[in-house]
């Protein structure tokens, strides 16, 4: 069973975040369904839809994120997407 996750990456905007992003991603086997990207000023966001294994565990995932967003400066998130719904619902 696959299950879908929203990943969203902020901070300031410089060279390789995309590429060391989607390495995690491409090494954990997820598949993107879905991004958008876009730098306001000098501040770069992304947000992801991807796709991961049922049994992908999300602290594994964050743990990979960790060391990029210590050395690029990042905020890295990831959230199921059905809870993620649940959080954004009018």
Do not use: P
């Not at 966001?45 to 994120?65: P, S, W």
Request: charged share 25%; hydrophobic share 45%.
């Amino acid at each position: 069973m696959q299950k879908r996750a929203v990943v969203t990456v902020v901070g300031k905007d410089q060279v390789g975040i995309i590429s060391k992003v989607t390495n995690v991603l491409a090494t954990h086997e997820m598949n993107i369904h879905d991004i958008s990207q876009t730098i306001l000023q000098d501040y770069f966001t992304m947000m992801m839809l991807v796709e991961m294994k049922d049994k992908e565990r999300l602290d594994d995932l964050l743990e990979n994120f960790q060391a990029i967003e210590d050395e690029m400066n990042l905020t890295i998130s990831v959230q199921l997407e059905d809870v993620f719904q649940a959080m954004h619902r009018i």
